[in-house]
Nanobody
């Protein structure tokens, strides 16, 4: 069983920066990708950035040029560097670990960390 623990959220002013971390522990295998999602009040959860097991990276258009996803395999930790933050980035950010077994996808989620950007 895998556990994901996020940290690094908080309150920041417009234009500020934050770095989120997600530490993975437990039985980590058959990982296809890790990602950051976010969910704002009244909205659906959306993909922010994703990094595959071969290093392929994707960022949502809304964060391109401002956010950067990265990982430290030795520490089993995923990061999201967020720069030039905007009020519309306010949301709960979730770490996601995607695995595939027997042709079926399994998702593991962290508990979420709140990011609030004040105008």
């Amino acid at each position: 069983q895998v556990q994901l623990v996020e940290s690094g959220g908080g309150l920041v002013q417009t234009g500020g920066s934050l770095r989120l971390s997600c530490a993975a522990s437990g039985s980590i295998f058959s990982v296809n990708a890790m990602a950051w999602y976010r969910q704002a009040p009244g909205k659906e959860r959306e993909l922010v950035a994703r990094i595959s097991n071969i290093g392929s990276i994707k960022h949502a258009d809304s964060v391109k040029g401002r956010f950067t996803i990265s990982r430290d395999n030795a520490k089993n930790t995923l990061y999201l560097q967020m720069n030039s933050l905007k009020p519309e980035d306010t949301a709960v950010y979730y770490c996601n670990l995607e695995t595939w077994l027997g042709g079926r996808r399994y998702d593991t989620w962290g508990q979420g960390t709140q990011v609030t950007v004040s105008s």
